[in-house]
């Protein structure tokens, strides 16, 4: 089954590393944005985004098929491919 799968991160954030080798791990494809490193409008746009469903604007936040998880939930993750 196809997964809709987005990863929010900031380059510099080892959680954010752990989770993109997680979902790697797990072989899932997915969309990574690194929003620190988009520019002006582009970046302002994706953090108007992400606080849309994470209004704390914390990283990682990973997108399962609609479900939300904020932080590196190995847990949570799994359970959400899961339901796929």
Known sequence: ?????KLYA???CI??????E???KCGV???????DEL????????????????P??????VIVNGTIIVGFKKDLITEALKQS
Do not use: W
């Open 56 to 61: 704390k604007l914390s990283f990682p936040t």
């Open 29 to 35: 494809e997915y969309d990574c944005v690194y929003v």
């Open 15 to 20: 959680h954010c590393k752990n989770a993109k």
């Open 10 to 12: 900031l380059s510099t």
């Open 39 to 54: 520019q002006g409008d582009e970046r302002q746009k994706m953090v108007e985004e992400i606080k849309k469903i994470n």
């Open 1 to 5: 089954m196809e997964n809709d799968i």
């Open 22 to 24: 997680f979902l790697e």
